[in-house]
């Protein structure tokens, strides 16, 4: 082993190379991804502290009244500790991680990755990013079902900060926004946004329903935001089970609201 071969090494060159395999990309918040990772080895041997797995997104948040794009963590598990890569081998290690509940769907501008990063000592990391879907499970596809269903065609769906009061474990809550274009709301609401929560046995709901200003008072209201109406709706996973009951769950509350 040349001191050359270790101080290429060290910086990146020559070094151990790191290859995610997935058994599939398309999952939905709840599932289990399975895969092999490949390791690589470079020009010499080198001990890696660390295999992690990250579930990765991104997100927007205000910085001086501008929205900057970051990133986060939604999951991370250590697959693999202390171990020896030797020089030109290839090692093989199979991982099973859980994709949480609260994992954002890949609708719209969102996107989701595993990000597979060696801890090596006295050297650069290498990393490994794979890109997933994540799809609605079939309680969630039932209130997108149920919007649409209603007239609503989605515009944007999109992460961003959540409010520090709401004291979750994530930095962001990803929100869709709606657009009426048919039906009884075309012409009463401007736009609806969504927010899911998902819990063990239900589904909140953070709605806010924009109404449109009729007149010089509603021109005022919207000036002001005051036609804005915030709620919270909580389906149970039963509920969810029937997706006519959902519909009419959703149209009660726009009918009050709007």
């Not at 290690?93 to 719209?108: A, E, R, V």
């Not at 794979?130 to 039932?142: E, F, G, K, N, Y």
């Not at 009729?214 to 935001?225: H, V, Y």
Request: with cysteine.
């Amino acid at each position: 082993m040349s001191f050359v071969n270790r101080m290429l090494a060290s910086v990146g060159i020559g070094s151990a190379k790191v290859d995610t395999l997935l058994d599939k990309d398309t999952y939905s918040p709840g599932e289990t991804i399975t895969g092999t990772i490949k390791i690589e080895g470079g020009k010499v041997d080198q001990n890696i502290d660390h295999i992690t797995l990250y579930v990765m997104t991104e997100f927007y948040r205000e910085v001086d009244d501008k929205k900057v794009r970051d990133t986060a963590a939604i999951e991370k598990t250590t697959v693999g500790t202390n171990l020896v890569v030797k020089a030109e081998s290839l090692e093989e290690i199979p991982f099973s991680l859980q994709l949480p509940y609260d994992t954002p769907y890949t609708l719209g501008h969102t996107p989701v990755w595993i990000k597979t990063g060696l801890d090596i000592q006295m050297a650069i990391d290498p990393t490994d990013n794979d890109q997933i879907r994540v799809h609605p499970d079939t309680d969630a596809s039932a209130i997108f079902d149920a919007i649409e269903k209603l007239g609503f065609r989605l515009r944007k769906a999109y992460c961003g900060s959540a409010p520090r009061y709401m004291r979750r474990r994530l930095p962001f809550l990803q929100e869709f926004e709606y657009v009426p274009a048919s039906g009884a709301y075309a012409g009463k609401l401007d736009e609806l946004e969504v927010i899911l929560v998902p819990q063990s046995d239900s589904i909140e709901l953070l709605l806010e329903i924009d109404k449109r200003g009729k007149g010089l008072f509603g021109m005022l209201e919207e000036a002001m935001d005051l036609d804005e109406t915030k709620v919270r709706l909580t389906l149970t996973r039963d509920e969810l089970k029937n997706p006519s009951y959902v519909r009419s769950k959703l149209e009660q509350t726009l009918h009050r609201f709007s």
